[in-house]
């Protein structure tokens, strides 16, 4: 495990609007237990949850097309989705949004 990038990765999950309360919570719980005793059970829960947040291109455009996803994204919802389905025609598997991107990049890493 590369231990700088998922610091690094995890801060960007933690900074993403995208990002879950839940999982920002536990994200900052690890960052904070870095090399004390508790490191490894944090952690571990937070990957737990960091597993189940990471959302597939298929959700995430299911959702930007709906319509709490049109609402949020507003004048951008169809450039958005737009993109998400050309990212997904290009082999793209995971949610486009900051968070889960990070979160991808942390799994495979881990």
């Known amino acids: 495990m590369n ?22 919570n536990l994200a900052n ?11 490894k059970e944090k952690f571990d829960k937070y990957i737990e949850y960091l597993k ?6 298929d959700a995430c455009i299911s959702f930007l097309e709906s319509d709490m996803g049109k609402q949020i994204y507003g004048d951008k ?24 991107q990070a979160g991808k990049v942390i799994l495979k890493n881990i």
């Not at 189940?52 to 291109?57: A, C, G, K, L």
């Open 3 to 24: 231990k700088d990038l998922v610091i690094e990765k995890t801060k960007e999950i933690v900074s993403a609007p995208s990002c879950y309360p839940e999982l920002k």
């Open 29 to 39: 719980a690890w960052l904070a237990s870095v090399g004390k005793d508790d490191e």
């Open 52 to 57: 189940e947040s990471v959302s597939p291109i």
């Open 77 to 100: 919802a169809e450039e958005t989705i737009k993109y998400a389905k050309d990212k997904k025609a290009a082999g793209e598997d995971t949610c486009i949004c900051p968070a889960c």
